[in-house]
């Protein structure tokens, strides 16, 4: 089944800075690649998805890259904000529509 | 995307009992999973739920265990039975909404503690 790994476990970063998380999957039939920010006490959110046929998508101060050759993607926040502090989480999805999640990221911003 | 309930939103239960959570959605949708996500930690499918038959489990979960039905389009529960301690969790339904494609949308989760 599909296996995905996610760095760091844990990052801290100074407002107004960029945060960079990175996942790697194993399942070379995986298609969709969605990012989850789930703050203390709430539900996952979903805040942006990529498909295996882009490389790349933005979202204002969100955005995914996709190499699907060295299966890796990545999330890339800019202008860091202390309402981005989260744990944010990677996930792969197969075509049994399951999604596989990678082991999270938690994310501070320091003001 | 949808508006998914959950009940109850949180419940502390003694060992050896059984807790039935109830998912609803108010828009029809193409696929009902449930989650758990043990304190700390990532989420873990527990099964897929499937409108008039039985879930689909993955390794490690068993019906016996977490029973599922889901009669309808937008409705779904999941029985935790026989609690033990290590059952504190929170769980989570999710959906995919018809016309969205492959997006998965979570609930707001149920906390549950056994003592």
């Known amino acids: 089944g599909e296996n995905v790994e996610q760095h760091p476990s844990t990052l801290s970063v100074q407002e107004g800075d960029s945060a960079v998380i990175k996942c790697t999957y194993s399942?070379?039939?995986?298609?969709?690649f969605p990012w989850y920010k789930q703050e203390l006490g709430k539900r996952p959110q979903l805040i942006i998805d990529i498909r295996s046929n882009v490389g790349e998508k933005k979202d204002q101060r969100i955005a995914v890259t996709l190499n699907k050759t060295a299966k890796h993607f990545s999330l890339h926040i800019t202008e860091t904000q202390p309402e981005d502090s989260a744990v944010y989480f990677c996930?792969?999805?197969?075509?049994?529509?399951?999604?596989?999640f990678g082991g999270g990221t938690r994310l501070m911003v320091k003001p | 995307s949808a508006v998914i309930s959950q009940k109850p939103s949180r419940d502390i239960c003694q060992r050896g009992t059984s807790l039935t959570i109830q998912c609803q959605v108010d828009?029809?949708?193409?696929?009902m999973f449930w989650y758990r996500q043990q304190p700390g930690q990532s989420l873990t499918l527990i099964a897929t739920?499937?409108?008039?038959?039985?879930?689909?489990?993955e390794s490690g979960f068993v019906i016996d265990k977490f029973p599922i039905s889901r009669p309808n389009l937008t409705f779904s529960t999941l029985t935790v039975s026989n609690m033990s301690p290590e059952d504190s969790s929170i769980y989570l339904c999710?959906?995919?909404?018809?016309?969205?494609?492959?997006?998965?949308?979570f609930g707001p989760g149920t906390r549950l503690t056994v003592t």
């Open positions: 739920a499937n409108q008039g038959s039985e879930a689909t489990y």
């Open positions: 828009s029809q949708v193409t696929m």
């Open positions: 996930a792969a999805h197969n075509a049994g529509n399951m999604l596989t």
């Open positions: 999710s959906v995919v909404v018809r016309g969205d494609l492959d997006e998965q949308y």
């Open positions: 399942d070379s039939a995986s298609n969709y």
